[in-house]
């Protein structure tokens, strides 16, 4: 079946500390796997995308590469700002229609 | 972008009273709309696939008596909480998808919160 593991949280930071976030997954066939971001109070936001092996999304200085022989999309940043400070989720989709997400990680970013 | 709104974003309602929350896609049509919830601190768990102008699909465990779904129109989709008790309180987020899209993706709604008192 299909399934996203996502490193537990909560997960605390120093501004301009480098991010990981793990994500590791199961899937039948060959799935589009995603990472979104929701704010306090908000939605998901879609954050980046990455659709076959090997391609890297990116966006807002987050990355991701989409890693086929360790089934990992594993999110990194390079230098983490205070308004990071959020809850993000891994997921995948294999059919277009039903997602898959991890249970989320909760990222606290300090001045 | 494709923008999908949510409406109410926050609703109070009594023990036993109904609520419906509408989803609409804003600039693009949606042949396909999913509702989640979502529990405090926990992952969304899928609750129904609804598609325009056909019955919801509803997740294992969800009860279509008590959670009704109606697409009735490409860009507008409804969920309905009937004899809401506080179990039912909760985030509920809708997502839609765009039908020209061929890409596995999908766009979500800013959430609405239920608390039932």
């Known amino acids: 079946g299909n399934s996203v593991t996502q490193m537990e949280g909560p997960v605390t930071l120093s501004e301009e500390a480098f991010l990981t976030i793990n994500c590791t997954y199961t899937?039948?066939?060959?799935?589009?796997l995603f990472w979104y971001v929701q704010y306090p109070g908000e939605g998901l936001q879609l954050l980046l995308k990455?659709?076959?092996?090997?391609d890297k999304g990116s966006n807002k200085g987050f990355e991701a590469t989409y890693r086929k022989e360790t089934t990992s999309f594993h999110l990194e940043k390079g230098s983490v700002q205070v308004s990071d400070s959020a809850v993000y989720f891994c997921a995948l989709s294999a059919t277009g229609n039903q997602f898959y997400f991890g249970t989320g990680t909760s990222l606290t970013v300090i001045p | 972008g494709a923008v999908v709104s949510q409406h109410p974003s926050w609703v109070i309602c009594k023990s036993g009273t109904s609520v419906k929350i509408e989803c609409r896609s804003l600039?693009?049509?949606?042949?396909?709309m999913f509702w989640y919830r979502q529990f405090p601190k926990q992952s969304l768990m899928l609750m129904a696939t609804?598609?325009?102008?056909?019955?919801?699909?509803?997740e294992q465990g969800v009860e279509k008596d008590k959670f009704l779904i109606n697409h009735a129109s490409l860009t507008l989709s409804t969920l309905t909480v009937t004899s809401a008790h506080p179990e039912d309180s909760s985030f509920y987020i809708c997502s839609a998808r765009d039908r020209r899209g061929w890409e596995y993706e999908q766009y979500f709604g800013p959430g609405t919160r239920l608390t039932v008192t």
């Open positions: 899937a039948t066939g060959y799935p589009s």
């Open positions: 609804s598609n325009e102008g056909s019955k919801a699909t509803y």
């Open positions: 600039d693009f049509q949606a042949t396909t």
């Open positions: 990455a659709t076959k092996a090997d």
